[in-house]
């Protein structure tokens, strides 16, 4: 069974970081592309970044680019997103995903508050 | 970026009656290798999204056969033959033909009238 579970949310004030992490199973972790995405409290569903299978190349949105990193720990099967500069319209549930002809497998998601 | 959108946003079906969905976007989804990467997810209240359709009209596995997409180029269309209680959802179209970024619809909240 796929298994992807985030954990590193809470609470962070403005212009703080965060450090999310997922966790994955059930799944050869070396043979997916992965994402990120987000859907702020009572929104839609935004795309954050991309990382492909060997870590080798990252895509990001707009608003992500120069403030979040996405990279992948292939022998631990784990995925990152480090989180830096954080504004208040970053607070969101971010959901760690898995790529096959588009996003596929969603974890449970981590929420990240950002306020004072 | 391609630019979906949903009709409707607000989706009130009677138990048993069929309900559509239609997700257009602003490009066509043909991607050069001749696919067209256009899903469907379904997001029940605290939960998290579950994709139902992939590539237009391929089910996922464990989805009902209730469930079918259809469309091409531009226009998509979600069906459900005959909707359940169940399938209290918000019903989001995504595209990954033109990315990045991938791209999102608005959403479609289906109630039950």
């Keep these: 069974e796929v298994q992807l579970v985030e954990s590193g949310g809470g609470l962070v004030q403005p212009g703080g970081s965060l450090r999310l992490s997922c966790a994955t199973s059930g799944f050869t972790f070396t043979t997916y592309w992965m994402q990120w995405v987000r859907q702020a409290p009572g929104g839609g569903l935004v795309w954050v970044s991309h990382i492909n299978n060997d870590g080798s190349d990252t895509k990001y949105a707009d608003f992500a680019k120069g403030r979040f990193t996405m990279s992948r720990d292939n022998a631990k099967n784990m995925l990152y997103l480090q989180m830096n500069s954080l504004r208040s319209e970053d607070t969101a549930v971010y959901y760690c995903t898995r790529d096959a002809a588009g996003i596929e497998y969603w974890g449970q998601g981590t929420l990240v508050t950002v306020s004072s | ?113």
Aim: charged share 20%; with cysteine.
């Design chain 2, 1 to 113: 970026d391609a630019v979906l959108t949903q009709s409707p946003l607000s989706l009130p079906v009677t138990l048993g009656q069929p309900a559509s969905i239609s997700c257009r976007s602003s490009q066509s989804l043909v991607h050069s290798d001749g696919n067209t990467y256009l899903n469907w997810f379904q997001q029940r209240p605290g939960q998290s999204p579950r994709r139902l359709i992939y590539k237009v009209s391929n089910r996922d596995s464990g989805v009902p056969d209730r469930f079918s997409g259809s469309g091409s180029g531009t226009d998509f269309t979600l069906k459900i033959s005959r909707v359940e209680a169940e399938d209290v959802a918000i019903y989001y179209c995504m595209q990954a033909t033109h990315w990045p970024p991938y791209t999102f619809g608005p959403g479609t909240k289906l109630e039950i009238k």
